[in-house]
Antibody, heavy 119, light 110 residues
Framework: EVQLVESGGGLVKPGESLRLSCAASGFTFSNAYMSWVRQAPGKGLEWVGRIKSKTDGGTADYAAPVKDRFTISRDDSKNTLYLQMNSLKTEDTAVYYC??????????WGQGTLVIVSS | QSALTQPASVSGSPGQSITISCTGTSSDVGGYNYVSWYKQHPGKAPQLMTYAVSNRPSGISNRFSGSKSGNTASLTISGLQAEDEADYYCSSFTSSTTWVFGGGTKLTVL
């Protein structure tokens, strides 16, 4: 059974940093492309970024609002995906989901972790 | 990249069919067959319902079907049931090598 468990969310002040983790199990993590998707309170889904498998280069792509502030990385030895978030803004407040990425879609999702950016 | 356009709400009675539209541009929906649909209950994670325009993941009822014509994709739910009531989102790959979601549609089963 595929399981994705996010952690690391919390309350931070504008300008601060936070790192989210996503522990994966039930599939071959090293072969998987992975994405982060967020959802602001009461709003719709917003794609944050995706990282390819290391076999396919391990590179990441980002949405314009987070490019140059957020970094996605992976540790295949720990089956863990990360999202390093720097220079956080109030508009980054959201539930952050990690998801497996296959055939152009997000097929398995975690339960999400809440990030609140407020002074 | 602007969000894809979905109706804010749709409704139908049990047993009826409804269709939710998702309009983009030739740079996203119209240009690629990477359109997917998601169902989300309040406070829960989204669930993949269809992918690559018209494919269903294992375990998803054949009452859910996806299609695309030009820059508009559609999700049709036939034989509407009470448990279908939820928010639905479409998503598409874009020419900028990014993904974009629709604003979401609230389905009410009357």
């Amino acid at each position: 059974e595929v399981q994705l468990v996010e952690s690391g969310g919390g309350l931070v002040k504008p300008g601060e940093s936070l790192r989210l983790s996503c522990a994966a199990s039930g599939f071959t993590f090293s072969n998987a492309y992975m994405s982060w998707v967020r959802q602001a309170p009461g709003k719709g889904l917003e794609w944050v970024g995706r990282i390819k498998s290391k076999t396919d280069g391990g590179t990441a792509d980002y949405a314009a609002p987070v490019k140059d502030r957020f970094t996605i990385s992976r540790d295949d030895s720990k089956n863990t995906l990360y999202l390093q978030m720097n220079s956080l803004k109030t508009e980054d407040t959201a539930v952050y989901y990690c998801a497996t990425h296959r055939s152009g879609s997000f097929d398995y999702w975690g339960q999400g972790t809440l990030v609140i950016v407020s002074s | 990249q602007s969000a894809l356009t979905q109706p804010a709400s749709v409704s139908g009675s049990p047993g009826q069919s409804i269709t939710i539209s998702c309009t983009g541009t030739s740079s996203d929906v119209g240009g690629y067959n990477y359109v997917s649909w998601y169902k989300q209950h309040p406070g829960k994670a989204p669930q993949l319902m269809t992918y690559a325009v018209s494919n269903r993941p294992s375990g998803i009822s054949n009452r859910f079907s996806g299609s695309k014509s030009g820059n508009t994709a559609s999700l049709t739910i036939s034989g509407l049931q009470a448990e279908d009531e939820a928010d639905y989102y479409c998503s598409s790959f874009t020419s900028s090598t990014t993904w974009v979601f629709g604003g979401g549609t609230k389905l009410t089963v009357l």
